[in-house]
């Protein structure tokens, strides 16, 4: 057990987080506005396949990064018109997402299986990498894991200080009444929904090109589905999601950890541990109370008027 | 204000109800021969050899025809089961964990009495296959009755650990102690006669699964139309201020209908584990437990739909084997085909609840 070495393992945990940290924060914007988008799971396994291909294509993650923002959203305009346009169950056509999700990918990625991703450069930010114990957790990390930081402060200015986010949020709270303010909760909703599988896009793109980095089938893993719980325990706050995300990078990267350092715990039971502690903290979250949900999450708007 | 509008019908129309399923049919095969062409295969080709061939090919038919009711089978039984909870609003999507806990623990219950040749050991596996499922609902249940706790998220990340707790024990406790240290237990249907989910008719692919979803979709019916517990679901589901004033009890119903999904998807994975896979192995679930959620709502929430709805569903699996075989389809492109019939059903489930209406709206009402 003495080859866990604590420095590189908040150094991975960073990395871990950031697939789920990214559609953790579309997904909150995409309840913030009032819509239950359960189709996380299946917008960032297509982000991975679309983003790995185009990035063994090109040579480049930043193009691979680029299209599987766009694949993810144009993933959710297929949920956006089902559910905003033609009213549909939101759970229903969430699920209906993911499960077409895991089929796309799956026939985008036959090609790509044992191919390699084309790498992406860390920063390696000159004086503050070398800081002792500071510079290989915090300074040493590919872009996209500030970037992903920067996501966190942006869509918190956003919500908080800018008209956007509170037009965003009135519609979330109430869409009736954000409707009679003549707010257009459709197009606010659409624009919403964009973002989340745009983000989702990325966080999958993460994994197949930088976190694994190739391409399996199914390599998600349930991801998605933990970064909608992730939202819920955040409360719908920027910053917990941060909280959250790192929780759970920190919990899947020791039990890998302790996987490869031959722990004595079987390795299924460790494999299992983020999802056992994903229920526990829902149920610790629930007992307190939800607080902060939208009020009009997951209901259907109908304009009569 | 826009030209096309919709009005809310004060019920949905049955009519439409009715036929919405159909449409979405017919308008998948259009989406999915366009994407078979994109795909490179011929769209009309690849349509018969999924929807035609399999029931009435000579060569192929007597081969695929009994696979449509072993693969139809486990579909309706935990559809059905499903179905109950979504009328009530009651999210279980976790039917894939507690299929494989209610395989497990079935099948441990019957190799726990290798080599018996004891009559009862069947219907023990079968109690215990139900018990399976049935305990593993009753997770999220007591969670959310107890806690509040979000069933969907709590259900589905139950499923990643059954995956995992049936690799463990594929490998370990239930592991064939004559099989050279390879994964996976004992052959049920080859080895071990008194605990084998047999064909009932040679040749049908009617087994012991099969006659209990048929039963399971008479009790449902029963159930739903003629039971108090039946009108509370449904209460629930379309009125839940209405059900809490009439004395329903959310608690109760969360308790019934992810119990008897739980049981239902449980029962599904013994009688598959006993019989067509005929072992427990690392990959012995193939997702019928998320399937089963399309059929589910392609059968409109309701029993006799379900049946009907698991018997295409059931098609497009063994359509899409043949596809594989015949034509080198990759076998993505038919779960892709199924997740559109979702879409479509979904999209066109707003003919059945909104009138459209064209011009601009009467200003007095």
Redesign the interface.
Same mark, same amino acid.
């Given at each position: 057990m003495d080859s866990i070495n604590p420095i590189l393992l908040i150094a991975s945990l960073m990395v871990a987080s950031t697939p789920i940290l990214l559609a953790a924060l579309g997904e909150m914007v995409v309840e913030k506005a009032g819509v239950l988008n359960?189709g996380v799971e299946g917008m960032m396994i297509t982000g991975a396949v679309v983003g790995f291909a185009i990035g063994v294509n090109t040579g480049s993650s930043w193009a691979g990064f680029a299209i599987a923002a766009i694949a993810g959203a144009g993933l959710s305009m297929?949920f956006a018109?089902?559910t905003q346009m033609?009213?549909?169950?939101q759970?229903?056509?969430g699920?209906?997402l993911t499960?077409?999700g895991?089929?796309?990918?799956?026939?985008i990625g036959?090609p790509y299986v044992g191919m390699k991703a084309p790498g992406f450069a860390k920063l390696d930010i000159p004086v503050l990498s070398d800081i002792p114990v500071l510079g290989p957790i915090l300074f040493r990390h590919d872009p996209m894991v500030y970037l992903s930081l920067a996501a966190i402060l942006g869509v918190w200015y956003l919500l908080t200080y800018t008209r956007a986010g509170l037009v965003l949020r009135a519609v979330g709270e109430n869409h009736n009444a954000a409707h009679a303010l003549g707010y257009k909760v459709v197009r606010v909703r659409f624009m919403a929904i964009a973002f989340g599988g745009a983000m989702a896009g990325l966080g999958g793109a993460y994994v197949s090109l930088v976190r694994v980095p190739q391409w399996v089938e199914g390599m998600t893993?349930?991801a998605g589905?933990i970064a909608?719980?992730i939202v819920?325990f955040a409360s719908w706050r920027p910053w917990r999601i941060l909280l959250g995300a790192y929780l759970f990078g920190g919990i899947t990267v020791l039990q890998l950890n302790l996987q490869a350092a031959g722990s004595t715990v079987?390795v299924?039971?460790l494999?299992?541990s983020p999802?056992?502690v994903?229920?526990l903290v829902?149920?610790i979250i629930?007992?307190r109370?939800?607080h902060g949900a939208p009020g009009s999450l997951g209901r259907v708007f109908?304009a009569?008027? | 204000m826009s030209l096309i509008r919709?009005?809310?019908r004060p019920a949905p129309s049955r009519l439409l109800s009715g036929l919405t399923p159909i449409l979405a049919v017919i308008a998948t095969m259009f989406a999915g021969g366009i994407m078979f062409a994109a795909?490179g295969f011929s769209p009309f080709e690849a349509i018969r050899i999924i929807f035609w061939d399999p029931l009435f090919d000579p060569q192929f038919g007597p081969y695929s025809r009994p696979q449509l009711l072993v693969k139809a089978g486990p579909l309706i039984l935990i559809a059905t089961g499903l179905a109950l909870g979504?009328r009530a609003g009651i999210?279980n999507?976790g039917a894939e964990g507690q299929y494989i806990m209610g395989a497990i623990v079935g099948a441990g219950a019957g190799l726990a009495f290798y080599p018996s040749e004891s009559f009862l050991i069947f219907p023990f596996m079968v109690l215990a296959g139900a018990f399976g499922g049935w305990a593993w609902a009753m997770i999220p249940a007591i !969670?959310k009755t107890r806690?509040?706790?979000?069933e @969907?998220?709590?259900s !589905?990340?139950?499923v990643?650990?059954a995956e995992? @707790?049936l690799?463990?024990v594929s490998s370990?406790l239930l592991r064939n102690p004559d099989g050279m240290g390879f994964p996976g237990s004992r052959n049920l249907r080859r080895d071990f006669p008194a605990a084998s989910n047999t064909e009932i008719f040679a040749d049908t692919g009617m087994h012991w699964g099969v006659v209990a979803a048929f039963i399971a979709v008479i009790l449902a019916y029963v159930l739903m139309s003629r039971h108090k517990m039946g009108f509370s679901i449904r209460l629930a589901g379309e009125a839940p201020r209405a059900a809490r004033f009439a004395g329903v009890s959310p608690a109760r119903l969360i308790i019934f209908c992810l119990g008897t999904a739980g049981a239902l998807a449980g029962l599904a994975g013994l009688f598959e584990v006993s019989g067509p896979a005929g072992q427990i192995s690392i990959d012995f679930n193939t997702g019928y437990g998320?399937t089963a959620?399309?059929v589910a709502?392609l059968g409109r929430l309701h029993p006799v739909g379900i049946l009907l709805a698991g018997l295409l569903m059931a098609l497009t699996y063994i359509g899409g084997e043949l596809a594989q075989l015949m034509l080198g389809m990759?076998?993505?492109?038919?779960?892709?085909?199924?997740?559109?019939l979702?879409?479509f059903l979904?999209?066109m489930?707003?003919f059945a609840?909104?009138r459209v209406r064209i011009g601009t709206?009467e200003i007095a009402k």
């Open positions: 359960l297929i018109i089902i033609l009213l549909s169950n759970v229903a056509t699920l209906g499960l077409f895991l089929g796309l990918s799956s026939l036959k893993a349930g589905w909608l719980a819920v079987p299924e039971y494999s299992m999802y056992l994903t229920i829902l149920v629930s007992v109370g939800n109908h009569s008027h | 919709l009005e809310k795909l979504f999210w999507i !969670l806690f509040g706790t979000n @969907i998220l709590v !589905l990340m139950l990643y650990v995992n @707790i690799a463990s370990g998320f959620i399309i709502f990759p076998a993505a492109a038919i779960q892709l085909f199924q997740g559109m979702l879409f979904l999209a489930d707003v609840n909104y709206p």
